[in-house]
């Protein structure tokens, strides 16, 4: 296992298109997080899944957002519309149990560029 | 929302000299940790503490909790120049079933060799 893959690494894209961003999380964790960073900052919560089920969305996702976990394996978390506020890093986290070991495994990120 | 606020901001260091860190939260916590970012790419996680430690070790790191105080602190002794990265950390809430974890504003640490 080569730990948690993000893609793309980069994206570079105009106001007002679409964006999709895929996390492959390491195959034995069942939970899966979203995250954004911006320039100096700490990450963001997102949205968190357990499996498939998406059990917490942060208000930072308006309705342009939106996270899936189909099958409980792979994630994507698309952008609708984007705008220049939307540029990013967007991190993706897996882990198996935070309470007992809580270590949280992050991707190298996504970053996200919109003009 | 960021759970937690690092002190310094900023520290820049000689080499051989120790680092520390201080991270300040606002709830009660299961556990908090303290990751690593090497610039523009993902966190590494350094260690966790739980809430009933008061201290822990790993390396050259050592990291305190006082929860009373609702902090806790980072030292990189005999600091090494690729230990320049940010530093944050991050914090589990104290309640049961699943748990947020929510990091702080970080801490940019450079070490001159």
């Known amino acids: 296992d080569t730990g948690v893959s993000q893609n793309p690494r980069h994206k570079i894209t105009k106001r007002g298109q679409n964006v999709t961003f895929r996390c492959d999380p390491i195959?034995?964790?069942?939970?899966l997080y979203w995250y954004r960073q911006t320039l100096g900052q700490g990450p963001e919560f997102l949205t968190y899944f357990q499996n498939e089920a998406q059990l917490e969305k942060s208000r930072l996702l308006s309705d342009r957002f939106s996270a899936e976990r189909p099958k409980g394996s792979f994630s994507t978390l698309e952008i609708q519309r984007t705008e220049q506020g939307d540029s990013a890093m967007y991190l993706c986290?897996?882990?198996?149990?935070?309470?007992?070991?809580?270590?949280?495994?992050f991707g190298e990120g996504s970053r996200l560029t919109v003009l | 929302s960021q759970q937690g606020e690092e002190d310094p901001q900023a520290l820049s260091i000689q080499e051989g000299e120790n680092a520390t860190m201080n991270c300040s939260y606002k709830?009660?916590?299961?556990?908090l940790q303290w990751y690593r970012q090497n610039s523009g790419r993902g966190l590494v996680h350094l260690i966790l503490?739980?809430?009933?430690?008061r201290e822990k070790h790993s390396g050259r790191l050592r990291v305190t909790l006082d929860t009373s105080k609702k902090s806790s602190s980072l030292l990189i002794t005999a600091s090494r120049a690729a230990d320049t990265a940010s530093y944050f950390c991050?914090?589990?809430?104290?309640?049961?079933?699943?748990?947020?974890?929510?990091f702080g504003t970080g801490t940019k640490l450079q070490v001159i060799p």
């Open positions: 991050a914090t589990a809430p104290n309640s049961g079933g699943y748990q947020k974890v929510t």
């Open positions: 503490i739980r809430s009933n430690e």
């Open positions: 986290a897996s882990s198996w149990d935070p309470i007992h070991t809580g270590e949280l495994f």
């Open positions: 195959s034995e964790h069942n939970r």
């Open positions: 709830t009660s916590i299961n556990n």
